[in-house]
């Protein structure tokens, strides 16, 4: 059975009105009253609160609750945005370009969304990324981890949580490979920035894009005896198309269109790049246009102009575009690592256009040239503008604080699996780790990847090393996290003699920083290289930590830390998670999976 995909949409709000911030508030909390942003100060947000604001010890309290609801939908033989017929994709109210919407929210806003599964025979979860969830990790929307999945035919769940960052991001379904079903779309947050700009112009995800079904490509992925990259078992397909703000042309024939981006001549704009993709990374850049970057990730940081920007799965840049070149329309290109190492795709030249205004709607004749060869690995020339410093004398990089990422074939199915430290995450979803928690028994199945992380506040640093030529990108949850190092990536990680690159002591230690790394919730671990990454120990909960290519993350690339667990029942309700988890139980059993897949690898 062929299982086909595409991308719904979301398209619910515009930009809010920054003015909803000074909506009235619950007469208990003072919310300054007025607001500073203008266009010639972005640095201002509110009184009291400006770039400058430590969000984590610090948040504004709008008392405004935006309410969204997603509805869930299949269909079969979907005519996708390039006009490439998919013979299965998962909607989100009905629509068809998931990619294209966003939510909108001000900084300090609280959110409910309600989910409703009216997909024929799949659970799901909704996961917001990057968002902290304090003290709220049972809204972080991980099946088999903080909730049982949503059952079909009409299940719901309400997620709730506090804007406590501003920025840009994304949010998608956790469940299985419905990410590569089209089950996600972009999170916009109002807020200061760094630099003055007159116009924004809100979110432009960029995203792989598979004809072939997921189920079919994943078991292509799984199967040792036939990789994509001849002699790189594990190593993913190449995508057949990139998408744009969800359009393009389609590569090979008729049909579809290029996004068009368009700009006020004279004018600044913030653009925010998203990477939502499936597998995909690549390297962003615009014929005749600096980018000026004001926040990775959700993390605003020192204004740095480039003329190019790396995206791994998941990451966000923020940038500023002057429209100061003479009116004319410019290509937006993406381009690929040529080793291959990460990702590729079908389609040559993935472009949209950036249009300035009274350019007409011709495309343009201006090629450019290709950036700099990417070697698939972050730039990492970053300063949060919100310092942060690690003690240095918690790094030890005892075996105790190390993981190792590595692929094996496991001799009775035949499958692909990727392990850290020697086991591949598989989670109950009838059980998630939350409900062990609630039930106050702090022994937790080995074969669910879990790290019990020592119970104090201290920062928590892990040296993860990785025994593959794939680069992975990786992601916390609930936390940003520093970036204190990671091995120069090697320039042909594909080649036979390479290998892995094992962290020093004597040598990389000295090379490691401390005094305010670059921070943000994903990063690039190295080809055969290792990365060596901090975060506080302050967010009761199970986080994911986990890589963010689909195909990997169903075959067991994560791990769970358990977070100063014994406060989790005091911080939070666990009884809230027992409504699905009751519907649930009472749907599986009469209605098994027999697949490979499970987003999180299912037991
Ligand atoms: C939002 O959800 C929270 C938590 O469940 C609830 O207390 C609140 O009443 C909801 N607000 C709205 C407007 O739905
Ligand atoms: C999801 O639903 C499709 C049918 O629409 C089915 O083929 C697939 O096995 C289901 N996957 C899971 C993990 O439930
Ligand atoms: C993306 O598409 C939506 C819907 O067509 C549009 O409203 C939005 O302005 C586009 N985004 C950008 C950055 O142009
Ligand atoms: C940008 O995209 C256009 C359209 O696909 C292509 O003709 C051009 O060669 C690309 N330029 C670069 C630098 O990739
Ligand atoms: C990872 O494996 C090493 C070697 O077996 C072991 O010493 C270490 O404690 C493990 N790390 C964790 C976090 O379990
Ligand atoms: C609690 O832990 C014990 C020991 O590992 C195990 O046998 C038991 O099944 C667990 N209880 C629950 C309710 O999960
Ligand atoms: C970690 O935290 C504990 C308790 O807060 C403190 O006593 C200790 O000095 C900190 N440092 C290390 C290395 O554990």
Redesign the pocket.
Known sequence: MRVQIFAALVAQAALSPCLALIAPSKSEVSTPAALCNTPSNRACWISGFDINTDWETSVPNTGV?R?YTFTLSEVDKYVGPDGQVKEKAMLINSQTQVLTGWIVLDWGD???ITVVNDLRANGTSFHWHGIRQLNNNINDGVNGVTECPIPPNGGTK?Y?FLATQYGSSWYHSHYALQIANGLTGSILINGPASLPYDIDLGVLPISDWYYGSADNIFARVNDPAKPFIPGVPGSPPPSDNILFNGTNINPTGPGGSYARILLTPGKRHRLRLINPSVDNTFTVSIVGHSMTVIANDFVPVDAFTTSHLYLSVGQRYDVTIDASQPVDNYWINVTFSGTGACGSSKNPHPAAILSYAGAGSTNPTNTGRPPPESLCADQTDFVPIVTRAVPKELFTAAPSDSLAVTLDVDSKSSNVFWKVNGSSMEVIWEKPTLEFIAQNNNSYPANENTITIPDNSNYSIWLVENGSPIPHPMHLHGHDFMILGRSVAPTNPLSPSATPVVFEIATDASSLEFDNPPRRDATVLPSFGWLVIAFQNDNPGAWLFHCHIAWHLSQGLSVQFLEQVNKVPQVMDLN?IEPNCDAWRSYAPANPFGGLDSGLRRI
Request: proline share 0%; hydrophobic share 25%; no cysteine.
């Open positions: 609750t309410t609280r959110i409910n309400i709730s809230e």
